[in-house]
């Protein structure tokens, strides 16, 4: 039974030691059209997904922005409390590691990113930026990669327009998954996030 048990999690940490590769297009809310698609096993394994299409892009961005502003109304205290997350330095430093360690442990062509992001409300995105502004910082000056991140403070805001592809191995990303959720200062503001909410 035991020599069964170890044979497997050999086999599923072998497995998960090939490395993967994720090529993508995508656009949104604006896009009509996008797609991943995996290769694993060097090959051997191919897949491909094509994004959901957007019928009319203009008005399903209008509507994403009717329903966030909506959810900033409604949930107010989780905006709060997670807006008194970002102010604490352990946890901020700690998410900021996991995304620098993230884009280092992936092997990335012709990768162009651009996010344009807003809560909608200039002292909330000015300290979700807290965060956002040093990652951006760190990843715009990587060769491999375009990647731009703008802040939009009067307005709420989420536009995505990506491409490219990124290789990584599947068992490095999940050590550092699961180094984040054992975390003790991200365990602390989601602690504080509970107690608020009550």
């Known amino acids: ?29 604006q896009a009509s059209q996008g797609f991943i698609m995996l290769h694993w096993a060097f090959g051997l394994v191919s897949v491909r997904m094509a994004l959901p299409q957007s019928k009319a892009p203009s008005t399903e961005g209008d509507e994403l922005t009717r329903k966030l502003e ?13 807006i008194r997350i970002l102010r604490q330095q352990s946890f901020r430093r700690r998410v900021i590691r996991f995304i620098r360690d993230f884009w ?20 909330d995105t000015g300290q979700l930026w807290s965060v956002v502004g ?8 990587i060769k ?3 990647l731009v991140i703008e802040p939009e403070f009067f307005d709420t805001t989420f536009e995505l327009d990506g491409s490219g592809s990124i290789r990584f191995i599947p068992l490095h990303i999940i050590g550092l998954t699961v180094g984040i959720l054992l ?16």
């Open 144 to 146: 491999e990669a375009s």
């Open 104 to 123: 280092h442990a992936i092997h990335k062509r012709d990768v162009i990113l651009r996010l344009r992001i807003g809560l909608g409300d200039p002292a």
């Open 70 to 82: 909506r959810s900033q109304t409604l949930s107010g205290e989780k905006r709060n409390a997670f």
């Open 1 to 29: 039974m035991l020599t069964g048990v170890a044979a497997f999690l050999l086999l599923l940490i072998a497995l998960l030691a090939i490395p993967l590769t994720l090529t993508f297009q995508a656009s949104w809310p």
């Open 134 to 141: 040093p990652v951006a910082g760190i990843l715009a000056t």
């Open 183 to 198: 975390s003790p200062s991200v365990w602390q503001g989601i602690g504080q996030m509970r107690q608020v909410e009550r």
